[in-house]
């Protein structure tokens, strides 16, 4: 396939799954390759960061930073603080967006592509959907994972992460005017990983970092080491369990009742919640995931020109 079907709006909906989310990159590298640039972009938690990213044409540089992304880097985004909101430092991350992502003050209706993310209502649990407004802040709401990062004040409610009500957001791609959707789902390989898989030390090269490390490490066998192998799970381990848990439920039911033309789904199990730093591996295996699935999305497409009558 040299190109996309003429006339056929494609829609690109990206999915949570935190540090799995920087597959979106190698998703979106394998399809523009094969011609198919997406006309529409959404996108929840991560994935909203990706989208946003590549609608404004900032893909590039976050896959630079991404690239040298080290452990020591991750580390530097945790903070314990008075008044617990989250584990996250706020103020860095949203530095973070505006350097490498998108312009604080960049508008989504002043995108060169459509745009759009999916955030929760924590007081009544609606669905919130940004397609208008400034971007960075729609990000900073739609990533809210709670317990991670605080929640986001906007008109008068309290919103965290859209991965609660709409992990893969088709149905906001439909509602912007897709023909076709393709989507990408982070989460179906990953239930019960966290509980077995290989810890990670993230305090490792640390430096500065150990004291506010080692208060955290209380709080998170996932992310650190530990030796008692029989021993229940951690905080972390049964935190990002049952946010796997959940957000796979959500996921199929939704799919279920609006499918996309094309669904990608990108072996991640082996990488954690909040292993940011292994960017390279995630983003080789959104590619190969896009290679994989190429003879479905040639396939689906010719089908769809000719349904559309476009060559």
Known sequence: MKSKPDGVTIGLALGSGASRGWSHIGIIRGLEAMGLRPDVITGCSIGAIVGAARAANNLDKLETWLRSLRKRDVASFFE???????????????????????????????????????????????????????????????????GLFAPVRFNDRWLVDGGLVNPVPVSLCHALG?????????????????VSAKKVDLAAESGAMDSILGTIKSYSSNIFPGNHENSPPGMFDVLASSVNITQDRITRSRMAGDPPDILLEPRLAEIGLLEFHRAEEAIAEGERCVQRMSPVIEYTMENIARLFGKN
């Open 178 to 194: 897709a023909d076709v959707v393709i989507a990408v789902n982070l989460n179906s390989d990953i239930l019960g990983k966290h």
């Open 80 to 146: 314990l603080s008075w008044g617990f909101k989250g584990l996250i430092d706020s103020p860095r991350l949203k530095g973070f967006l505006h350097e490498y992502v998108v312009n604080e003050e960049l508008l989504i209706e002043d995108m060169d592509i459509l745009y759009g993310n999916v955030a929760t209502d924590l007081g009544n649990g609606r669905e919130i959907w940004f397609t208008s407004g400034e971007v960075l802040s729609s990000v900073m709401a739609s990533i809210a994972l709670p």
